[in-house]
DNA sequence: AACCGTAGTTCGTAACTTATGAACTGCAGA
DNA sequence: TCTGCAGTTCATAAGTTACGAACTACGGTT
């Protein structure tokens, strides 16, 4: 099992911040790791957004966030404690991971409406 | 030919934007785009960054800015005319594209830097 | 110590996506 | 009508992603 590496802020891209947050799974986690006070281990996130990621899937998507330099990832003894690398981010890019998350909120309160009317269509 | 699509304001995606941008040929051009004050043709980016992109890999690369709702392109004749949407962005994502061309000019002036470091280093 | 359960990783492969050359469409001017 | 230009489409090769099965690593039990 190889060690958890982190990029160095200087060596952390736009490009690999978005492709990151591209994924809905991704920006999912993310979020809830930005706005969590304290660490949040893998298997916390085994059921995202009502759909069940399967484990392997999951470590993979966690290895994109933690190499695009968006978490910061610790083991401890059996698990893993992962935190958003927000603060240093946004000393880099102001701004940036401020206004994605926004857009997502902006998103995800329209889709909740969407989905709200047509319940009450159907129902 | 099939007919130019563009989606409507509300049915633009944060993802879809995450991942157009996520490509440094695709922000480049965007970036372009959204600085000119009028609209440019897909063949005035035949060169990008000092790289030469085939015409049907920048067709394809036209065709997905677009479908993430970032340009509007209209044929004019024998030509397209692109011109970004980002105003209309704005409005339903109060920021995001602003943060996002912010941490690209960022990271292009730590490039420039870097760059020039490394030929004085080597001359 | 040997064993078990939990948390996460790796590997192989199938499914998907992207890049690009070749051949095409559609327009404008000679 | 012919020619050339701007961009598109198609086929396919190359690259990426998803996920089950098998694995590692740790901590607690017996």
Redesign the pocket.
């Known amino acids: ?4 590496t982190h990029p160095s802020i200087d060596d952390v891209s736009v490009e690999a911040i978005l ?1 990151a947050l591209s ?1 809905p ?1 991704r920006v999912a986690i993310y979020a809830e790791l930005a706005n969590a006070g304290c660490p ?7 059921t995202v957004r009502d759909r069940d ?12 966030l ?1 190499e695009a330099g968006l978490i910061r ?1 610790e ?8 935190t958003s690398r927000c603060a240093e981010i946004d000393r880099r890019f102001p701004g940036l991971i401020d206004a994605i998350m926004n857009a997502h909120r902006v998103q995800s309160a329209e889709r909740a409406k969407a989905s709200r009317r047509k319940s009450a269509a159907s129902g």
């Open positions: 099992m190889r060690p958890l492709h994924d799974v949040q281990t893998c298997s916390s996130f085994l990621i399967p484990k392997s899937t999951l470590s993979q998507h966690f290895r994109v933690r990832s083991r401890h003894g059996v698990e893993m404690r992962n």
